[in-house]
């Protein structure tokens, strides 16, 4: 035990603390949105949800450091369903196919998690055809009850499931047709290595085949290259995502860039 594992303790108390601040105002917390592509088109067909933390002293401060603190304390359950609920509201009206939410299994082993999935909805009046969960591979195969019941529950309102990461961690390519989902997000770290790894480009193009065979849908993560995003294009990946095309923004920067080609969008109401 050192002074500097004291320090590192006490801020990442204090991080808890201005969390649970946060939370109850509306000055600090907001969500930007990245842009999903399809690979065929390149048109613009649905967003990805991303939290973003402007602490009034420290600044910016990533979903890396203070969701893990939210998960280990018990926030995660309030900042999760305020998430929803905000992207839920913000985007009802946009002329998107796809909503994707980051879900912490957490959350979906919580009773009456679809419940308040149901609330939300019903509140905001979103289309749950839109709204696609996006989950780790541990979630799916938990054999935590509520987990399951969870799932199946929001799966009967009528939303989607996504396999976030895919190919990191434990997952396998056998195990693929035994999940329940309907769309693989394959890690930005194979798309990285196009051009370098040949081993990357077999390995994209197996997951690709085999999700197809599944009847699942494909989305590349982190494509930040025309040559990435020409070889996906090219091996029948279905959806794109990276700073190729655009960097994730606020929610009115997406709404100006759909004005400027014609596009009337109605700001939803409360």
């Not at 193009?205 to 982190?222: F, N, R, V, W, Y």
Request: aromatic share 6%; hydrophobic share 40%.
């Amino acid at each position: 035990y050192t002074r500097d594992m004291d320090r590192s303790i006490e801020a990442r108390r204090e991080l808890e603390g201005d969390l649970r601040k946060a939370l109850g105002r509306d000055d600090q917390l907001t969500l930007h949105f990245q842009p999903l592509h399809s690979a065929a088109s390149s048109a613009m067909t649905g967003v990805e949800v991303l939290l973003r933390w402007k602490h009034p002293t420290r600044g910016w401060v990533g979903p890396d450091v203070f969701v893990p603190i939210a998960e280990e304390v018990g926030l995660i359950h309030e900042l999760g369903e305020w998430v929803l609920g905000e992207a839920c509201r913000q985007t009802r009206d946009w002329p998107v196919s796809t909503v994707a939410v980051n879900v912490s299994a957490l959350e979906l082993s919580k009773p009456g998690y679809a419940m308040r999935v149901a609330n939300i909805l019903l509140r905001t009046g979103a289309d749950p055809a839109k709204i696609e969960l996006e989950v780790t591979e541990s979630t799916f195969t938990a054999q935590h009850g509520e987990c399951q019941s969870n799932i199946r529950a929001l799966r009967e309102l009528g939303l989607r499931f996504a396999l976030d990461d895919f190919g990191t961690g434990f997952s396998s390519l056998s195990r693929l047709q035994q999940l329940d989902v309907d769309r693989i997000k394959i890690d930005r770290s194979f798309v990285q290595g196009f051009g370098k790894n040949g081993s990357d480009e077999a390995i994209v193009q197996a997951i690709i085949d085999l999700a197809k065979a599944s009847g699942l849908k494909t989305t590349a993560e982190g494509v930040e290259t025309t040559t990435q995003a020409d070889r996906l294009r090219g091996i029948g990946c279905d959806e794109l995502q990276g700073f190729v095309f655009d960097r994730p923004m606020p929610a009115e920067d997406i709404e100006r860039m759909w004005k400027r080609k014609g596009l009337h969008i109605v700001k939803p109401a409360g």
